[in-house]
């Protein structure tokens, strides 16, 4: 087997595929090279003499230039390359509109039904603060019910806990309104119990006109300071929707239900070419069944955007993909911080040297399908098909977006690993095997088989009876812990 990767016939550089020593040999194309130094697993090496000031070519694409020249056969890292991103770039559409022929799937998944139309993958009873004050409150009554209640036909009974709600200003009380607004409509909740304390600017009265329209026999309120007992009024209430939630069942309905976030973390050199490629096969697969796929971290779009661009289905749409990323940039400027301060120091070890390099695996993760929409944060997606939506590229708030756009599960590659879990079930895919077999508690699927000859065929259907396996009800590795928890994103001022 060989030691490397050559992505794409284009590039300039091979990864390899496991730890090589200085002076052994490979040969690529047919063309022998001397290794020149240490390369770990993941990196990169020079196919060829590369000039200072020249592109290192990688997936096809620059991922920056040399910052002094290199010799064939040399590790290719930081030390050595730089990104070529600068400000922001006047972008013109040239659109690119794919025909994919992937066959229709008879595969049905099993899913509880909700009165709006949508479709949960679990059936779990939620508590949702509107002001972090109340936090602990809500948690008495959550371990009350446990305690008293036969609650097993509940998937969860959890309060999703925050410290937001009062003392913001602007866009920040706007994003945790809209944030738990979407969050009390989400289809993985069978109840939803809305706490206060009533004093804090996240009104109730207000919020309720955030929530929009709802479903008044599944949902229930409480404010603190009206009420003499906050514990027992709200148990009482919670009572009434454990009785409701016994009625539910799961229905089989077609894939075209489910809506499902692509997202990696703690990403490595094998990203780009294990994981996030086989998110995007599936993702096209999917939207193919008449599903939908959502795409966020926009910093880590950062340099391959234009790819993406150029995929969107009308003018207005790539105008709005042009203000997603644009915006993103000025958001970082108006904080007088460095846009392409990224990748992060577990990318760099794991062989990602620029944001290029981070961005052009990351954003393989959307596949080939056309852009059909581009969201604001906490906006509930309307159009099938492949969407980008706006959220950082930290994961528990990315992986959060997701879930409050509407998402009922987030395929989540990382090659470093992590064990949290957003509010959404959290699927873990790993880069290499090494991280699958040594974070047993941690990783759910393992895609590194792609690199022991595993096709991307049988990966694929591998891969899609897992999550079909998930959707209809098999718990992940963070849900058996009960690392489950929400992150608001936070843009401004706290009084």
Known sequence: MNKYIKINPADNVVVAIEDLAEGDLLTVDGVAIVIKNPIPIGHKIALVPIAENENIIKYGYAIGHATTAIASGEHVHTHNIKTNLHDNLDYAYHPVHPKLDIPKSDIKVKVYPRVDGNYGIRNELWIVPTVGCVNGQAQMIVNRLK?????????????????????????????????????????????????????????????????????????????????????????????????????????????????????????????????????????????????????????????????????????????????????????????????????????????????????????????????????????????????????????LVASTALGLSGCQLVLFTTGRGTPFGSFVPTMKISTNTKLFNFKTGWIDFNAGTLLEGETKEEALNRFINFIVETCNGKLLKHEKTGFKEIAIFKTGVTL
């Open 147 to 395: 305690a008293e209640l036969d609650v097993s036909h509940i998937d969860d009974i959890r309060v999703y806990t925050h410290s937001y709600g009062c003392s913001q200003l602007g866009d920040d009380h706007e994003n945790t309104k809209a944030a738990l607004a979407a969050l009390t409509r989400h289809p993985n909740a069978g109840g939803i119990f809305v706490m206060s304390l009533g004093c804090e600017n996240n009104q109730q009265s207000e919020f309720r006109i955030a929530m929009g329209n709802f479903d008044t026999d599944r949902v229930k309120f409480l404010i603190s300071q009206q009420v003499s007992d906050e514990i027992e009024s709200g148990f009482e209430m919670m009572k009434e929707l454990v009785e409701k939630m016994r009625k539910d069942k799961r229905v089989e309905m077609p894939l075209s239900v489910l809506k499902i976030g692509l997202k990696c973390g703690g990403s490595d050199g094998f990203s780009g070419i294990t994981a996030n490629p086989l998110l995007g096969q599936f993702s096209d697969w999917l939207i193919a069944q008449g599903g939908t796929t959502i795409l966020t971290e926009v910093p880590e779009m950062f340099g391959a955007e234009t790819i993406l661009m150029n995929r969107c289905v009308t003018e207005d749409v790539f105008h709005d993909s042009v203000d997603l990323i644009n915006n993103f940039k000025d958001y970082f400027r108006k904080s007088e911080q460095p846009i392409y301060e990224n990748p992060s120091p577990g990318n760099k070890a794991g062989g990602i040297s620029t944001l290029e390099d981070k961005s052009l695996g990351c954003t393989q993760k959307g596949g080939n399908s056309e852009v059909v929409a581009v969201l604001d944060y906490a906006e509930p997606v309307k159009v099938h098909g492949l969407n980008l939506l706006n959220a950082p590229g930290n994961d």
